[in-house]
């Protein structure tokens, strides 16, 4: 078998022995722009939806675009400044119920639905 950086291989590489990176080449070849760190508290606080929150999004034809999440973005922020942990989020003519400590909505509905029912345990109402 062939060695490579102290490695039996069973093959010949395409470069040959001579041209193979060593390992010192490969980790300088490597560019890390954004700590993983920095990422992955980038996602965590971003807005998430629930499985229950997705199926009423798509039964009750529910369309968000980007404005509309950015929008309920701000209003968790806000209610997370006043510690709220149950919020009723309204953004135009839709209604999210958002567990803000997990900053997870919980269900949607249209204003229509809201003339409709009574909207219980919850804390606060943000208008987004």
Known sequence: M??????????????????????????????????FSEIFNKELSKVKFSGHALNRMNSREIDLNANDLQRLENAVNKAEEKNARESLVLVDNKAFIVNIPNRTVVTMLTNDKLNDNIITQIDSAVFA
């Open 2 to 35: 062939i060695e490579i950086n102290g490695v039996s291989v069973p093959f010949m590489p395409v470069t040959g022995i001579s041209k193979a990176p060593n390992q010192s080449t490969i980790q300088s070849n490597l560019k890390v722009s954004t700590p």
